[in-house]
């Protein structure tokens, strides 16, 4: 089993950046594929970014590519969701969640493991 915890959420003004951190302890991160997942009041969640095991595949939703990147360090046993040119439309929580399933997952159901999630809030 492994625990995940993110941090670095906060207010942000568009256009600015934020960096969110997903702390992993119980097991090796390097056992799970990785993702970030993000909800907003009243909506679904919704797929932001994923990365492999080993680090070398990233998958984005088409309304973060080339703002955000995702990336890990095993070591450390953390992920990373690097933010930038943020925009109000960003505003929500973001959680990040293990897979064990070979390949990456752009679906809530393809992973086992959840954080309680970060509030990330852009001000207009």
């Known amino acids: 089993q492994v625990q995940l915890v993110e941090s670095g959420g906060g207010l942000v003004q568009a256009g600015g950046s934020l960096r969110v951190s997903c702390a992993a302890s119980g097991r090796t991160l390097s056992s799970y594929a990785m993702g970030w997942f993000r909800q907003a009041p009243g909506k679904e969640r919704e797929f932001v970014a994923a990365?492999?095991?080993?680090?070398?595949?990233?998958r984005y939703a088409d309304s973060v590519k080339g703002r955000f990147t995702i990336s890990r360090d095993n070591a450390k046993n953390t992920v990373y969701l690097q933010m930038n040119s943020l925009k109000p439309e960003d505003t929500a929580v973001y959680s990040c969640a293990a897979s064990t399933i070979v390949g990456i997952m752009t679906t809530p159901p393809g992973y086992y493991y959840w954080g309680q999630g970060t509030q990330v809030t852009v001000s207009s």
């Open positions: 990365i492999s095991r080993s680090g070398t595949t990233t």
